[in-house]
């Protein structure tokens, strides 16, 4: 077996390849991969005779931006396609607009695809996942040969991007590949059809047969293309550099870091029981432990959730504002409080989902669409008289009470809200006009709070397509699972591949149960928890927890997390989901000469040791290894590391951390 890297630097090829295969479609307007059918024709690109035109402008030092406008002679519908060129990655993406400029609507667009092309390689196999729904096999790699006249077609569950399909695809072909994502956070749809020599692929809103009434305007989804030639490892990490150079959110200017969170959630679901005294002493008293965290918590029940009993339950959504009887002041007294020890407060919101009897349904009835049988309504985000009245309410909720981090849920299905209310002429409307407004919102949020950054849940990781990950990051990637260590370790050793930043808790399930509030930190729950934000679930209440050991390994996580974060990623096993097998990964700083590898040795694993051979090291290097949590340090040359690999011997349900360092 080769044991030798393949360092993952932009190279001329990469960037010669994006052109080979993307530069064809920026060359003249008919060429571009978009499709659709118009008013019973098909149309590929925009035809000659919409008159394009093409304008091309520098943006940045690595931003090209093509834009292609064209106008249909006797209707009125405009089409533009914007298109991003990356100077300093291979990677090419862009967006289409149809906008009716006329005074009459338009004739039916129907079966408009964002992509619509082929493109060439030999013996192609499609890297593909199936993402988060509640569920021990959700975020499962696979990888798909595609033999001429074969086809594979994708789709999520319900109108959430993420809910059973994972819009993140890499087509593989020999000795180079495509990565390729789709950035619609509701119903997509996707296919790949083999060739003879490559790949015949398409993807865009599911569901598209419609008129556009006058001055209205419906968008496709992003297509992102990523070139990369030799192996999976290369496609990896240079997806996450650039990532993390591009798509990852900015606070105040500056990409988000690792970060430790905490909270005292008190009694009752969520955080129904959570009011201003105690969240101050539960603060404070962190505080006099020794804990030095960055975000302080407070999820979902914060606000009036009261049923007709006048118990709390956190879903009751729809009334957006602290509880007078637990927050007389709302929250500025608990922001404030953190603050005073470095921390930023998140809190949860749910807006879009509203319930029965609440101010919104009460009071706003005609901005919710609604659904038989179903007694969730949906916010209409599509409806701007709505979106604007939230974004303002919710901006004076941000500003009054100092929420730094913008958590927003969405715990239901909205596919058949839309589509239920699609007249026959209008279908994909609902959705596509909800998923416009749903991105500005978030986009004004952005440019009205500055600092402010979100996270984003869905039931979990419903919907992280990349257009919802450029504002935001996943910070709670699954409902299933949280103290399950094995298959927490397989998600992780998925999303490290596409969405480096997350958050993972210290949970043991197998020894201290799931008692959502009355909970035990152990060594394994942290070894299994440091991600880039660390959540400590540790119960404040209690007195009987061993403080110095979480101190301990919080420091570990501390020394690990930007390694973690900004290094290229390795996975050392493969993926798997068993408790009775080794995982390790590795991160490495190719520029700084750090990294780390973790070695998980899971309960059930009957095999004592493991060799590992790491990626990326130079062979004629020195590096220093250390084991922070023993002391134990090795000096042991790149060659050997490379060759005959890092034995690792653990007892079960234990976890090493060996950092190392290039000497010289």
């Known amino acids: 077996m080769d044991h030798l890297p393949v360092p993952p630097e932009v190279s001329p090829d990469d960037m010669r390849k994006a052109r080979a295969w993307v530069g064809y479609f920026l060359a003249a307007p008919a060429n571009l991969p978009i499709s659709f059918q118009y008013d019973g024709q098909p149309v590929k690109g925009i035809p000659a005779n919409w008159n394009p035109v093409k304008k091309r402008r520098r943006m940045d030092a690595n931003l090209i931006e093509t834009v292609f406008e064209g106008n249909h002679p006797a209707t009125g519908l405009t089409l533009r ?33 964002a992509i619509d092309s082929d493109f060439a390689g030999a013996s192609p196999v499609l890297y593909h996942c199936n993402g988060d729904f509640y569920n021990e096999v959700g975020y499962t790699p696979e990888e798909t040969p595609l033999a001429a006249g074969e086809m594979l077609a994708y789709a999520p569950n319900g109108g959430r991007s993420c809910d059973g399909a994972f819009p993140y695809y890499r087509l593989i072909f020999e000795d180079c590949g495509l990565t390729m994502a789709i950035g619609w956070p509701g119903q997509w749809s996707a ?64 990409p988000l870091t690792p970060k ?51 118990e709390r339950r956190w879903w009751i959504t729809g009334n957006w504002y602290p509880d007078p009887e637990r927050f007389p002041v709302g929250m500025a007294p608990v922001s404030q409080r953190a603050a005073q020890d470095g921390a930023d407060l998140l809190v949860w919101f749910e807006p879009e989902r509203i319930q029965p009897g609440t101010w919104l349904d009460r009071e706003r009835s005609s901005w919710l669409l609604r659904a038989a049988g179903n007694d969730n309504s949906l916010l209409n ?22 929420i730094k981090i913008y958590r927003q849920d969405f715990n239901f299905e909205p596919l058949e809200h839309w589509r239920s209310n699609d007249a026959p002429d209008r279908q994909g409307m609902n959705e596509n006009l909800h998923i416009q407004g749903y991105l500005q919102y978030w986009d004004d949020l952005l440019e009205r709070n500055p600092g402010l950054w979100i996270d984003s849940c869905s039931s979990g990781g419903r919907r992280n397509d990349l257009e919802t990950m450029r504002r935001s990051v996943p910070l709670h990637f699954t409902d299933y699972g949280y103290g399950i260590h094995s298959i927490k370790l397989a998600f992780h050793h998925t999303l490290y591949a596409w969405i480096p930043y997350f958050k993972d808790v210290t949970l043991s399930w197998d020894i201290f149960g799931v008692e959502r509030f009355d909970r035990q930190v152990d060594r394994f729950s942290y070894h299994c928890g440091m991600v880039p934000m660390l959540f400590a679930a540790i119960d404040i209440r209690r007195d009987d927890y ?59 694993c009957p095999q004592e040791a493991i060799t590992l051979y790491p990626k990326g090291l130079l062979a004629e290097a020195l590096y220093r290894l250390e084991n922070s949590e023993t002391g134990e340090t090795r000096e042991v040359a790149g060659a050997e590391l490379l060759q005959s690999g890092l034995t690792v011997a653990l007892p079960q349900r234990s976890a090493v951390i060996w950092f190392y360092e290039r000497k010289g």
């Open 81 to 113: 396609v914007e298109c991003l060129e990356y100077l300093d990655y291979p990677v090419v993406e862009w967006v289409a607009w149809f906008t009716n400029q006329g005074s009459q609507p338009t004739p039916i667009l129907a079966d408009v695809l």
């Open 191 to 254: 296919s790949f059809r083999g060739l003879e020599q490559g790949v015949h692929v398409c993807a865009g809103q599911q569901k598209t047969h419609l008129r556009l009434q006058p001055g209205e305007s419906i968008r496709t989804p992003r297509i992102t293309l990523l070139s990369w030639m030799g192996d999976q490892a290369r496609a990896v990490n240079l997806w996450r550099r650039w990532y993390l150079a591009h798509i990852l959110p900015r606070s105040n200017g500056q």
């Open 260 to 310: 430790l969170a905490l909270c005292g959630p008190e009694e009752g679901e969520e955080f129904t029981a959570a009011t201003q005294d105690n969240q101050l002493y539960n603060i404070a008293k962190f505080g006099r432990l020794g804990f030095k965290f960055d975000v302080w918590w407070i999820d979902a029940g914060w606000y009036p959730c009261y049923n007709a009993q006048g």
């Open 381 to 402: 985000l599509g409806n701007p008289q709505c979106r604007v009245w939230l974004t303002d309410h919710i901006c004076q909720l941000i500003q009054e009470n100092g």
């Open 546 to 604: 061993d403080i110095p050991l979480a101190l301990e390994m919080i420091a570990i996580w501390r020394r690990a997390a930007d390694l973690i974060l900004t290094g290229d990623y390795y996975p050392l096993t493969p993926f798997h989901r068993s408790a009775a097998q080794w995982t390790a990964f590795q991160f490495d700083q190719p520029a700084s000469g750090r990294g780390l590898i973790q070695a998980f040795r899971l309960q059930e």
